[in-house]
C-alpha cells in the first residue's frame, strides 16, 4: 500500500511539472512561428522539485526547454503559482541564461541573454537584467536592465550612469545597414 502511494505521489507531481512546463514555453512562444505551438516539448534538467504547499516548482542544473524553435537555457527556472493554481511569474537564472526563437519565418532566430529573465504572467512583462541583450538578423539592443511588455510590444532599455561617455554600461543600439530605411526618422 505505501509503494501504491508513493507511485500516486510521483504521478501528480509529474503531471504538475508538466503543466508548468507548458505554461513555461507558451510564456515565451506568444510570439512564436504558428508551427511552435504544435511541437512537442522537452525539458532536462539535474533536478525538479514542487511544493504544493507554496505553488513553488524548481528546476535546477543546466536546465533546457525547447519547443520547436524556441530554446531556453538556464541554470535554474522557478516558477511560482498564484492561488488559482496558475502560473504568476517564471524567473531564469543563468551564468547568463539565454533564449532563441524564430519569431518570423523570414527572420532569423531572435537570441537573448541575461543573467536574470523574469516573467511576470499577471502584467505581460518580460524583464532581463545583468548584461541583457536582445539580437536579430544583425540588429541588437543592450543594456543593463531591458523590459519587455508582451502587451504593448514595446521596450525599455536602462543602462548604467556613465560619465565618462564612453559606452561602457550605457543602452547600445545596433542597427544594420539594410534596416536603417525602415527605422524611424531615417533619410534616403
Given at each position: ?35 511552435d505551438r504544435n511541437q512537442p516539448i522537452s525539458l532536462v534538467a539535474d533536478r525538479a522539485t514542487f511544493n504544493e504547499k507554496t505553488g513553488v ?132
Amino acid at each position: 500500500m505505501n509503494q501504491n502511494l508513493k507511485f500516486q505521489a510521483y504521478k501528480a507531481f509529474l503531471k504538475k511539472a508538466v503543466v508548468l512546463s507548458i505554461a513555461i514555453v507558451a510564456a515565451s512562444s506568444a510570439f512564436a512561428i504558428p508551427s511552435d505551438r504544435n511541437q512537442p516539448i522537452s525539458l532536462v534538467a539535474d533536478r525538479a522539485t514542487f511544493n504544493e504547499k507554496t505553488g513553488v516548482t524548481t528546476y535546477s542544473g543546466n536546465v533546457i526547454i525547447e519547443q520547436g524553435t524556441m530554446r531556453l537555457q538556464a541554470n535554474s527556472i522557478v516558477a511560482n503559482l498564484n492561488q488559482k493554481k496558475q502560473i504568476s511569474s517564471i524567473t531564469a537564472t543563468g551564468g547568463p541564461a539565454r533564449f532563441q526563437q524564430q519569431l518570423d519565418a523570414n527572420k532569423g532566430l531572435a537570441k537573448g541573454q541575461a543573467q536574470k529573465i523574469v516573467y511576470n504572467a499577471e502584467t505581460g512583462i518580460i524583464t532581463m537584467s545583468g548584461g541583457a541583450l536582445l539580437e536579430q538578423d544583425g540588429a541588437s539592443i543592450r543594456g543593463n536592465t531591458l523590459k519587455y511588455s508582451m502587451n504593448k510590444g514595446d521596450i525599455e532599455a536602462t543602462g548604467t550612469p556613465n560619465s565618462t561617455g564612453s559606452s561602457s554600461g550605457r543602452v547600445q543600439i545596433v542597427i544594420p545597414p539594410s534596416s536603417t530605411k525602415s527605422f524611424p526618422g531615417a533619410r534616403d
